[in-house]
């Protein structure tokens, strides 16, 4: 049931996403569970194989194996394969994961990181390109590792990238101004890549994306291993801009691609706020190119 479960939901998944929940369904769920009759689990037993999680202290990890039983259950009992969920509504006595926090440099430092990153002849010039398209964008890594040229329109006097719903995080499509700074670094770009496929590629392999951890490693080699993660340029932009007082508070957590307020608020507001933030990217980029030449 659960390997029925895991084929259709990754219909929906990034490739990614569905080897972590195959992954943790192997090493967690499978050895206590995988032999039995789904109908024959209990809720004790689920807690029990939970328990073990945390008392290993992995919170995170107990909280996301137990969403992916409640899942399981739940297409179990629309299946008949069980009569009820015993993974339903336990999640309040485990310990409640702690948020992470990605290591950012601090506002001062991003003018050495900036300097340090052109002067580097650790990196390839993709690479290069790469780092510095995500510092003026400030997207999560997956959407700019799967950028694709068929959803950038730069050919018009306001350019934008449609960054497509199966690569953003809460699964909505977002739109994303391009200053005219990035539309020089996509220009410079299609010496590489393009004119179809992604954006940024492999050097080896012109015909993948960009690996997962290559602007992470690139950032290491410059001296920031521990002390900054790429998505440590989510929180220095957010800091930045709303310390500036020059921006609404919903127009930077929308360039966030974060929800602001609750699901019904949310079905009432589905404003983009495009013209404010292409302003604000403007002044973004001219403020990381102020830093590049300070």
Not at 53 to 65: A, N, Q
Request: charged share 25%; net charge positive; glycine share 2%.
């Amino acid at each position: 049931v659960a390997e029925e479960w895991h084929k259709r939901q990754s219909l929906q998944w990034t490739e990614k996403h569905t080897k972590d929940v195959l992954r943790s369904l192997e090493y967690y769920v499978y050895p206590d569970f995988g032999e039995r009759p789904i109908s024959e689990i209990t809720k004790q037993d689920v807690i029990a194989n939970l328990r073990k999680l945390e008392s290993e202290g992995i919170h995170e990890t107990c909280y996301r194996v137990r969403q992916r039983l409640e899942a399981i259950f739940e297409y179990a009992v629309i299946e008949d394969s069980c009569i009820f969920n015993p993974a339903k509504d336990i999640r309040k006595i485990f310990t409640k994961p702690k948020p992470k926090h990605f290591a950012s440099i601090p506002i001062s430092e991003l003018s050495v990181f900036l300097t340090k990153m052109v002067e580097s002849t650790g990196a390839n010039q993709v690479t290069k390109l790469a780092m510095l398209f995500m510092i003026h964008v400030f997207v999560r890594t997956a959407s700019l590792r799967h950028a694709m040229w068929k959803d950038f329109d730069l050919e018009c006097d306001e350019p934008l990238w449609i960054v497509p719903d199966y690569d953003m995080k809460n699964r909505i499509e977002f739109h994303v101004p391009l200053s005219p700074q990035v539309v020089i670094i996509l220009e410079n770009m299609k010496q590489f890549s393009g004119p179809e496929g992604h954006v940024f590629t492999q050097k080896i392999n012109p015909h993948k994306p960009i690996s997962e951890n290559a602007l992470l490693y690139f950032s290491n080699r410059l001296g920031y291993a521990k002390s900054h993660t790429i998505h440590g340029f989510r929180t220095l932009a957010s800091s930045i801009l709303h310390e500036s007082m020059l921006w609404n508070y919903d127009i930077v957590e929308k360039q966030m691609s974060h929800l602001v307020g609750n699901k019904v608020s949310r079905a009432y507001n589905r404003a983009e706020h495009l013209v404010e933030r292409r302003k604000m990217l403007k002044w973004w980029s001219n403020f990381v190119d102020s830093q590049m030449n300070s």
